[in-house]
């Protein structure tokens, strides 16, 4: 690809840094100059793109994806669709989350054994487009507990949406298996669920035996794992155990609070209040009434995990957007919602909220010194927006304000050559 250079925009770099009007040059697959409009840089025969005062922002990290999610409203319904079809799906829901300014995504489980790994592995070879992109086992389960989708006349792992284990051994095999394939992490099903009601969201459900086996076997390979882990006692045992990705973490009291504290260089945690907050507001066209839900303990578990969130955000740990996305009532997406839920219910400024999906997503996704910023030297994952994120976090939900996404200096979401107020080519 020609080198690109993007003039007359507004830098939002990623950081809490106030934003300023400059340039920046894109050689390669990398950000080669920044410069203010004070100091503007030389095109040298460059591809120019005017943005008439448009922000150029970092890519967007969504920490806590699951492209094989199909938009169905159990899991049962997104277990049982065939396979074939299902490799379409995600390689279809990968290519909308780049559009939709998401350059990098994090797996938290998929719906079949390998398909988190055959996509990544696509996505890597240029086969299709997607985002970059850290691949995830299924979801490592026990019996009765969260995933546990198997029947008593069918008890084969086909039928279950997650993988049943019950003791070591069988957590053993079950994550030999899954390195086996190649996935980039490991996902355990430390809590219940609000979503099944034999495992409610407040209950734990593993055994430290059973985590420790697990965690064993991530090290010794090189990778690391993420908990499902809603209740304060299975976001303790995820500390416990050296877990680096917290999912949920909606219930805590004090002394899950320090712990958090005191390892907050080290973990992340991604809480996906969206689906909370769709299953008391927005799920009744599936069946879910607000009284439902609430019975369900969605209500008690929404206050819980404000509560819980705002005291981690005082405390400095790094909350980042995504989950549980790909549901009826969480469509694929309209993931940067959850900037806006930032802003509005846990406290955060606009920028702190940006800051969460571009900054701290190139630190999840390891690569902390090259990635989530515009920066000289970093990788030109890169949007550029009608507006000011600053001032309406909404705009970076609608396809029409990305008026360009570019991952790895190469064009997800080209400008409109036809629209000459943000196109040019240097003489």
């Not at 995504?105 to 890597?124: E, Q, S, T, W, Y």
Request: aromatic share 8%.
């Amino acid at each position: 690809m020609a080198d690109v250079l993007f003039t007359n925009v507004r830098i939002l770099d990623g950081t809490l840094a106030h934003p300023y009007a400059g340039s920046v040059l894109v050689q390669g697959n990398r950000i080669r100059a920044v410069g203010r409009s004070t100091a503007p840089i030389s095109s040298a025969g460059a591809t120019v793109i005017d943005g008439a005062g448009a922000t150029l922002m970092p890519g967007m990290c969504e920490a806590h994806t699951h492209f094989s999610w199909n938009d169905a409203a159990t899991l049962a319904q997104i277990q049982t669709m065939p396979l074939e079809e299902h490799v379409l799906w995600c390689a279809k829901v990968a290519r909308r989350y780049l559009e939709a300014g998401f350059t990098s995504c994090v797996g938290a489980a998929c719906a079949k054994p390998r398909l988190d790994v055959v996509i990544r592995n696509a996505i890597n070879a240029g086969q299709i487009p997607g985002p970059r992109y850290l691949a995830a086992s299924q979801e490592i389960t026990v019996f009765g507990a969260l995933g546990d989708e198997t029947l008593p006349h069918l008890p084969f792992p086909e039928f279950s949406f997650g993988v049943n284990v019950t003791g070591a051994q069988e957590m053993r095999k079950a994550v030999r298996l899954f390195l086996k394939y190649g996935v980039d992490s490991i996902k355990l099903n430390l809590s219940g669920d609000n979503f099944t009601p034999q495992s409610p969201a407040d209950t734990s459900w593993m055994t430290d035996e059973e985590v420790a086996a697990a965690m064993q076997e991530v090290r010794m390979r090189g990778k690391r794992a993420a908990a499902h882990a809603r209740s304060a006692e299975s976001v303790k045992q995820a500390l416990r155990h050296g877990i680096e990705i917290i999912y949920h973490a909606s219930f805590t009291d004090e002394e899950t609070l320090d712990l958090l504290e005191e390892q907050k260089e080290r973990i992340f945690v991604a809480p996906g209040i969206a689906i909370l907050y769709a299953m008391l507001n927005e799920a009744e066209p599936w069946g879910i009434t607000r009284a439902m839900a609430t019975d369900m303990g969605y209500q008690v578990e929404w206050d819980a995990a404000l509560e819980s969130l705002r005291a981690m955000h005082r405390r400095g740990i790094r909350i980042l957007p995504g989950g549980d996305y790909g549901f009826a009532f969480t469509p694929h997406c309209q993931n940067a919602r959850d900037l806006e839920f930032f802003v509005k219910y846990l406290g955060f400024t606009p920028a702190e909220a940006i800051r969460c999906a571009t900054q701290y997503g190139g630190q999840i996704m390891m690569k902390p010194g090259e990635l989530g910023q515009v920066k000289e030297g970093y990788l030109a994952d890169l949007l550029l927006v009608d507006g000011d994120p600053l001032a309406n976090l909404s705009i970076l939900r609608d396809p029409k304000r990305l008026l360009a996404v570019m991952k790895d200096g190469q064009w997800a979401k080209a400008p409109e050559i036809a629209a000459e107020r943000f196109w040019g080519r240097a003489a």
